[in-house]
């Protein structure tokens, strides 16, 4: 492994010009006790960086890179698309194609709307759900994150419900005062919340998987009750699959657990790597959407060309047989090798997982049912498996309250490297 000095240097210059030389806060790499790599490329399951060292990556764009990096038809695709221009303004056919792709797919989608990241999906979605309910509050759950939309911002009290708090300066308070926040997987505590504010509740928002707190599976009737007690009250349910859309299946989370919300947010894979986000669900409410209804939305570059071509090619991708089998059996085979490994060396850890994507929570020797237990992780030990990771080839995502993905483009030979390194690392730990 060369010296990162390149990416030292490339960090200093970005920090004069640059809010903490990142522009998304986690790449700063601030809680795993490290400067960030800077990448010059990938291909299929690797990485780059400026000084020249390779990596076996397992964050893969966070998430969006089901396929891998610069799949070839994909790029193909990327290639063709350019040379017919990059923007309009004007409807072109690709967003008809790719939402007809997502209707065809997602059980709960009847219409959909593009847009540009799956912080714009929530924050529409939210605002179409008031709309449509003429109520203002929303509920949502610890650890689940949704974007950075003011609303979402909410720093949640631990086991107790909470009408938000700003979770930032900037925030102002009346903002998040219609949002009430607490513990996933807590039925409980959503009833009494919904006996006492249930008239007033617009929407409830859910990660079906959370996995911004690293993770973390839904009990067996969760998801289930929540789609029963907001029928029962009118409430509109709201699934965020900006992770889970196309990753657990074509049909994400809500195919594979047949649940079905009222909305969708999707994000990641159906832009191909491009930037793009997108929500939907029943033709009743998606009707309340302008230019058909009073909800504004907009978007000057929502469907872009581009970003509608890859996702295009990556959604007929996805839709060949075997392939969801595959990137599961990939993972399963990882996370049972890694789990021998924490045994072998002792390494105090609880790893989950479902579909493709996985999280060790180091420290832990429980179940992770929630964010107050993913919270008790040893962020530490973490910070330290993941410095020696890097320092053996592999990249890993730089916060223990993350998921790790598997591509199709990782084959089996790359997940013994992996497991290789983690040896070498899990031997050293402290």
Request: net charge negative; charged share 25%.
């Amino acid at each position: 492994m060369q010296p990162n000095l390149l990416s030292e240097k490339f960090f200093e210059k970005a920090k004069t010009l640059i809010p903490g030389g990142v522009n998304s806060p986690v790449r700063a790499c601030k809680s795993v006790g490290t400067d960030p790599i800077f990448v010059e490329s990938g291909s299929g399951s690797w990485i780059w960086d400026v000084d020249g060292n390779t990596y076996l990556d397992f964050v893969c764009s966070w998430g969006p890179l089901i396929l891998g990096h610069c799949h070839p038809e994909v790029m193909a695709a990327i290639r063709k698309e350019t040379e017919r221009g990059t923007s309009f303004g004007i409807p072109t056919w690709n967003e008809v194609r790719i939402a007809e792709m997502i209707v065809d797919a997602v059980p709960s989608i009847e219409k959909v709307r593009l847009v540009n990241s799956g912080t714009e999906a929530t924050m529409s979605a939210v605002r179409l759900a008031r709309g449509f309910t003429n109520r203002k509050k929303i509920v949502k759950f610890n650890g689940c994150y949704h974007g950075h939309a003011d609303s979402f911002l909410v720093k949640a009290g631990s086991g107790v419900a909470t009408l938000g708090i700003p979770g930032s300066p900037g925030v102002p308070e009346e903002i998040v005062q219609n949002t009430i926040a607490i513990p996933f997987n807590d039925k409980d505590l959503l009833s009494q919340v919904l006996d006492k504010e249930g008239d007033d509740v617009a929407c409830i928002i859910v990660e079906p998987v959370p996995a911004n707190m690293g993770v973390v599976l839904p009990d067996d009737d969760f998801l289930p009750f929540l789609r029963k007690i907001t029928q029962d009250r009118g409430i509109i349910l709201i699934f965020d699959e900006v992770i889970t859309g196309f990753r657990l299946g074509r049909g994400g989370a809500q195919e594979y657990f047949d649940v079905l919300p009222d909305l969708t947010c999707l994000g990641k894979i159906i832009g191909g790597g491009l930037p793009v986000g997108a929500y939907g669900g029943r033709t009743d409410i998606m009707n309340y959407i302008a230019p058909d209804g009073p909800v504004y939305q907009a978007g000057t570059l929502s469907g872009n060309p581009i970003a509608t071509a890859a996702g295009i090619k990556t959604l007929e991708i996805l839709s060949r047989p075997g392939i969801y089998k595959k990137l599961e059996e990939k993972m399963d085979y990882l996370v049972e090798e890694l789990k021998v490994l924490a045994k072998k060396y002792g390494v105090k850890c609880t790893i989950q997982n479902i579909g493709s994507m996985m999280t060790c929570f180091f420290g832990i020797e429980k179940k992770v049912r929630n964010f107050d237990d993913a919270s008790s992780s040893d962020t530490k030990l973490y910070a330290e498996y993941f410095r020696k990771m890097l320092k053996n080839g592999v990249y890993l995502a730089p916060s223990q309250f993350e998921a790790a993905f598997v591509s199709l483009a990782h084959s089996l030979d790359d997940l013994e490297i992996a497991l290789e390194a983690t040896d070498l690392t899990f031997k050293d730990l402290k």
